[in-house]
């Protein structure tokens, strides 16, 4: 059964950091992309980032692009999401999602705010 | 990275049928059968109904589908029942490995 965890959300004053981490099991991690995708409250679904199965190339959507950075380590089967420079908008749960042809596995999504 | 446009809302009653319309550019929906929709009931993740246009995962019900017209993609739920009460989104593979969504559509079963 794959399993999606996500941890490391929380409250960020602007301009600060946070990183996110996801645990996956249940598949061959190091064999599939991975994205990100956020849901700020009471809004829509916003893809994030993608990275692939050997991080060899990573891609951003323009709103976070220069500000967040995805990586993985397969050796621990963890994704990774390092969110700098945060401003109010990007206050959302984030979401870890394994990617073969469609987003085809969630994890439960950890909460962002962003708030002085 | 502009979303694709779905309806805000759509309702019907108990054991009829609805579609949801999701229309994006030749840059997406158009150009590549990567069209996937999902269902979200508030306060949980999202849950992968249909892939690839029409596909259905294992587990998802039949009465759940999926079509595709120039760059206008459809779900179809037929025999309405309330549990299928929730937000739906589609979602399309946008090239150089970005994904677009819609804005979500609510579903009222009356």
């Known amino acids: 059964e794959v399993q999606l965890v996500e941890s490391g959300g929380g409250l960020v004053q602007p301009g600060g950091s946070l990183r996110l981490s996801c645990a996956a099991s249940?598949?061959?991690?190091?064999?599939?992309?991975m994205s990100w995708v956020r849901q700020a409250p009471g809004k829509g679904l916003e893809w994030v980032s993608t990275?692939?199965?050997?991080?060899?190339?990573?891609h951003y959507a323009d709103s976070v692009k220069g500000r967040v950075t995805i990586s993985r380590d397969n050796s621990k089967n963890t994704l990774y999401l390092q969110m700098n420079s945060l401003r109010a908008e990007d206050t959302a749960v984030y979401y870890c999602?394994?990617?073969?042809?469609?987003?085809?596995?969630w994890g439960q999504g950890t909460l962002v705010t962003v708030s002085s | 990275q502009s979303a694709l446009t779905q309806p805000a809302s759509v309702s019907g009653s108990p054991g009829q049928s609805i579609t949801i319309s999701c229309t994006g550019t030749?840059?997406?929906?158009?150009?590549?059968?990567?069209v996937s929709w999902y269902q979200q009931h508030p306060g949980k993740a999202p849950k992968l109904m249909i892939y690839?246009?029409?596909k259905r995962p294992s587990g998802v019900s039949d009465r759940f589908s999926g079509s595709k017209s120039g760059n206008t993609a459809s779900l179809t739920i037929s025999g309405l029942q309330a549990e299928d009460e929730a937000d739906y989104y589609c979602?399309?593979?946008?090239?150089?490995?970005?994904?677009?969504f819609g804005g979500g559509t609510k579903l009222t079963v009356l």
């Open positions: 999602v394994k990617l073969e042809n469609s987003l085809d596995y």
């Open positions: 249940g598949f061959t991690f190091s064999s599939s992309a």
């Open positions: 990275i692939s199965g050997s991080a060899g190339s990573t």
């Open positions: 030749s840059s997406d929906v158009g150009i590549y059968n990567l």
């Open positions: 690839e246009v029409t």
């Open positions: 979602s399309s593979y946008a090239g150089s490995s970005t994904w677009v």
